[in-house]
């Protein structure tokens, strides 16, 4: 019984470069000793997570599920900012609930089971659904699985605060990211082998996969040995707004943290665009889309661990690095757009572009997780993360809005060089941080 410990052991202090598996700054003792065995657990939580993201992503798969039932365009626009707004904005507002827990990975587990779910309606919506009414449901699913989404948000962050040390944080979200994004990986390749066949029946396989991820995330979320923690202080929303709101004031380097994120969101605002030049080469083929999601999986295969080790060192320089690659590559696709010639006429260029705009992508999620985890300690951490994220959320829907006009009137290309100044500011804004302690 003691040797597949020794192996989880030696496995983790592997992949941590640890010579030690029991070293912790800011953990309990109990959750100390527990820490090989949850980080592994936390892994697997997360390969289902981002697996089921990938292959429910409103920048790739919704689109596609859209144009095949025949929903009205307008819908495709709504797309993005249901799945992040919806995940972020009631997160503040649930925040003092998850405090009075004194374990939270229970909120965890319910947040995914419900997750799994929206993506089995999404499923069913892939073989049954039709036009308006279809492309509406398709939109209220979205609209549960993103409420869900901030629910397990938010407790995965506090779960993960309380049982893995801080410098192991960034290295556990960069593995995971990587093992994802193999699993993507394939996924995308047999899209490719379906060509221009029919997608219905394909999507609804992919979206069953995806509620499978979810399912097997709040498995592993339930096994992880959580040592209880302070159930006091929970506030309700109002209370929660108004202490938010003297964080802000109080507090500046978080302040300033969420001013680089809001002006980081250039980063998830621009894939979905990017990926529509792309489309318009490639229409509705599930053969266009596989080649999306091979290199959106590739990417994240090989850059998770690189933005993980480097986080953990410095995750300030990995969010002011990440934003100058959404410059370049914002730039780099309006370049291509306007170029003439038959090579332009392909959805392989975008699909490269595409690629390193999601190398960069993670480095910004990556990046602003990890700092944002490590400036709060364990009693404010929740508070923290559901204020960030509620602040956020507004913002995305703002500006998704009014970037949405903007596209529609300057076209795709010319609203990329906009986002691409955003990011220069972005770029400005991190780089002025103080390094988290």
Request: include cysteine; proline fraction near 3%.
């Amino acid at each position: 019984m003691a040797q597949p410990d020794v192996s989880q052991t030696q496995l983790y202090e592997w992949l941590t470069g640890d010579d030690d598996s029991r070293m912790c700054d800011d953990i309990p003792d109990g959750a100390c000793q527990e820490q090989p065995r949850n980080f592994f657990l936390h892994l697997s939580a997360s390969l289902g997570n981002k697996l089921a993201d990938e292959l429910s992503s409103a920048r790739l798969v919704l689109p596609w599920l859209l144009g095949i039932i025949g929903a009205p365009v307008w819908m495709v626009g709504l797309l993005v900012p249901i799945r992040e707004a919806g995940a972020l904005l009631p997160q503040l507002f649930v925040a003092g609930f998850i405090r009075l827990k004194p374990q939270r990975k229970w909120v965890w587990v319910a947040g995914a089971i419900f997750q799994a779910v929206a993506a089995v309606l999404l499923a069913l919506l892939a073989l049954i659904g039709n036009g308006a009414l279809g492309g509406g449901l398709v939109l209220a699913a979205l609209v549960m699985l993103s409420l869900a989404r901030g629910l397990s948000s938010i407790a995965t962050k506090d779960v993960l605060g309380k049982t893995i040390a801080k410098r192991r944080r960034g290295t556990l979200m960069g593995w995971s990211g990587s093992i994802a994004g193999a699993a993507t990986l394939i996924a995308g390749g047999v899209l490719v082998l379906f060509g221009d066949r029919p997608g219905n029946v394909a999507l609804a396989i992919l979206l069953s996969v995806a509620a499978a991820g979810w399912l097997l995330n709040a498995l592993c979320a339930a096994r992880i040995k959580e040592v209880p923690g302070a159930a006091e202080g929970g506030e309700n929303a109002w209370d929660s707004i108004k202490l938010g709101m003297s964080l802000m004031r109080e507090d500046t380097t978080f302040l300033h943290f969420n001013v680089a994120r809001a002006l980081l969101l250039s980063s998830a605002l621009a894939l979905p665009y990017l990926a529509l030049l792309g489309q318009q080469q490639s229409g509705t083929e599930l053969g266009g889309l596989g080649i999306l999601v091979v290199v959106s999986g590739l990417a994240a295969m090989v850059a998770s661990p690189i933005w993980g080790k480097r986080a953990d060192r410095s995750s300030r320089r990995v969010m002011r690095d990440a934003a100058i690659g959404t410059a370049m590559c914002c730039l780099l696709a309006a370049l291509i757009a306007w170029l003439p010639g038959s090579w332009t006429q392909s959805v392989l260029p975008y699909a490269g572009v595409y690629a390193l705009l999601v190398v960069v992508h993670h480095g910004v999620r990556l990046g602003r997780k990890t700092y944002l985890v490590d400036i709060a300690n364990q009693d404010n951490r929740a508070l923290y993360v559901a204020l960030s994220n509620t602040f956020t959320g507004v913002l995305m829907l703002i500006v998704g809005g009014m970037i949405g006009a903007l596209a529609q009137w300057l076209g795709s290309a010319m609203l990329l060089v906009i986002l691409a100044l955003i990011a220069l500011g972005a770029m400005l804004s991190a780089h002025r941080l103080p390094e988290a302690e």
